[in-house]
């Protein structure tokens, strides 16, 4: 699924009008069209209506949804937070199609607060107050507005996107309406996928207004990993294929009392479709290993009797490389100076693939040059907001404030596949490509859950997907395991092993959905 910025989205109207000779009328009929037909699918028909309307094109979609509405035979109520001069253009077209009945002019502060019998008997309350063009922080009888709407006890209906939310961030500009349904134009807005912003959107659907799909393709914008996108990208196994087509991966990681995320990586590779797996740990883990793998081969390499990788094991680990579809590196490291050193000492000089995780991000972070002086062509790397502020030289908050410009920014300069995980983890590519991953829960936010990422995402790549497919499926793959858990055991208590134990679970319920035709 497509997702643009709301400032894109004018473009593409501007572009559909001007080029196209598309009339803005015809688009804002459609637009106000296709929320009428939603109102009235969610919520039945013949109810009491309040619409509270800008003096933007926001404001002229609620204008086309009273006129229709009104005349399926609805009570309509229009509020409009401005003087009728102030309303202009198309908009300014359908207020003058109105009955002049069903419109109240509330333009003052308490103006609307008057009114509120008429929100308490509503049965539907739309949000047709600001749309996809606010740029700075609602105030006055906006905010008001917004406060009035939240408050009725009515589903609440947003137009084109909550009242409140930026278009291009999902950032709450002061306050917010907090809508049950949100129907979108053309193509989705990030503020609608992105968290806060997602979250006020409620079910989000996005309806056809008559831009042409060439159009929206030709867009900037970002892919949403939903099942549609992710289904896409799955490949279905031959009835012939055997282990040795669907790759050896090598996985190094492990410290002492961090054997744990070790086996977590390996394991997940396994129930990604791993053909062979081999972790290679430092020698004195290894009989602790041997327990914890079982499909997985272990690989004991020099320690120094520490228990830690130190810089012995380069050798070792270089010769086990050679033949391997990909090596991961990272989970349970440790931080001590001699692994971070061989870390360092690998990731330049490994040919091939690599995904890079956890402590091997916190050694990377240290001295990024290893990444501009590298042999692989392919690296994949997988922070959370605190290893990506530490790879970048920035604070967290800067991270959070713009996580896909920072991401794309990173993986443009260090020509890297970067995994920038959280709520709506980024994906980016080095030639700038960007996909928000739809899946997962808050019931995955515990200990190892990234450490099954890296075995999926590693997995993947090993069977020969591209990175940047490997990246997409592999985070989508890894969050639908999640949710299907959290839809048989709630959000509480989720573990990381039960992740990993349900991913054949997550491919299997893709690969039906392919199968079938559905998303």
């Known amino acids: 699924m497509k997702v643009v910025t709301g400032e894109t989205m004018q473009q593409l109207d501007r572009r559909t009008i001007d080029e196209l000779g598309i009339p803005g009328l015809t688009l804002m009929e459609n637009a106000g069209r296709c929320c009428a037909e939603a109102i009235t699918a969610a919520y039945g028909g013949n109810k009491k209506l309040v619409i509270v309307a800008g003096k933007g094109n926001n404001g002229g979609d609620g204008f086309v949804i009273a006129r229709l509405l009104s ?48 929100f308490a008997g509503a049965g539907v309350v739309v949000d047709a107050i600001l749309g996809t063009g606010l740029k700075s922080e609602v105030r006055g009888v906006y905010a008001e507005a917004i406060d009035l709407v939240n408050s009725a006890s009515a589903p609440v209906f947003a137009v084109d996107i909550p009242s409140g939310v930026d278009s291009a961030s999902g950032k709450i500009l002061g306050k917010a309406v907090r809508a049950d349904m949100t129907v979108t134009f053309a193509a989705a807005k990030l503020g609608c996928i992105l968290y806060p ?19 929206i393709a030709d867009a900037p914008g970002c892919e949403f990993m939903d099942h549609a996108a992710a289904h896409k990208l799955l490949r279905p196994r031959g009835r012939q294929t055997h282990k040795g087509q669907c790759g050896h991966c090598l996985i190094v990681a ?13 394991n997940s590779a396994v129930r990604a479709g791993a053909g062979l797996v081999t972790v290679a740990v430092p020698a004195m883990l290894n009989p602790t290993m041997e327990i914890k793998t079982t499909e997985a081969m272990s690989l004991p390499v020099p ?49 091939l693939p690599l995904v890079v995780d956890a402590d091997g991000l916190n050694a990377v972070a240290a001295q990024p040059e290893a990444l501009q002086a590298r042999k692989s062509s392919v690296v994949i790397l997988t922070p959370h907001p605190g290893e990506m502020a530490r790879l970048a030289g920035i604070t967290v908050a800067d991270v959070e404030g713009d996580r896909i410009g920072v991401a794309k920014s990173f993986s443009s300069r260090y020509k890297v596949f970067l995994i920038l995980k959280g ?20 019931g995955m936010a515990s200990g190892g859950m990234g450490d099954v990422l890296t075995g999926v995402v590693t997995a993947l790549v090993g069977q020969g997907y591209p990175p940047f497919f490997a990246c997409c499926l592999g985070t989508f793959i890894h969050g639908l395991s999640g949710d299907l858990v959290a839809a048989e055991k709630g959000e509480i208590g989720i573990s990381a092993v039960d992740v990993q134990e349900s991913l054949p679970y997550a491919f299997k319920t893709l690969l039906s959905n392919a199968m079938n035709g559905s998303s």
């Open 254 to 266: 492990g410290s002492s009392g961090k054997t744990g995320a070790a086996a977590m990586a390996a």
């Open 71 to 118: 005349g399926q035979g609805w009570q309509v109520r229009v509020f409009i937070l401005c003087s009728p001069e102030e309303i202009t253009g198309d908009a300014a077209v359908n207020l003058q199609r109105l009955d002049e009945t069903m419109v109240t002019i509330c333009p003052r502060s308490g103006d609307l607060a008057r009114h509120g019998s008429a």
């Open 423 to 442: 709520a709506r983890t980024i994906i980016a590519s080095p030639d700038g490509e960007i996909a928000i991953n739809g899946s997962g829960n808050p």
């Open 197 to 215: 912003g997602a979250e006020l959107c409620g079910k989000l659907k996005v309806v056809d207004i008559g831009i042409p799909e060439q159009v």
């Open 303 to 351: 320690d120094g009797g520490t228990g830690f990788f130190c810089g012995d094991a380069f050798k070792g680990i270089m010769t086990a490389a050679a033949g391997k579809g990909v090596l991961a590196i990272g989970p349970g490291l440790s931080l001590e100076p001699e692994t971070a050193d061989l870390v360092r000492k690998i990731v330049s000089q490994a040919a």
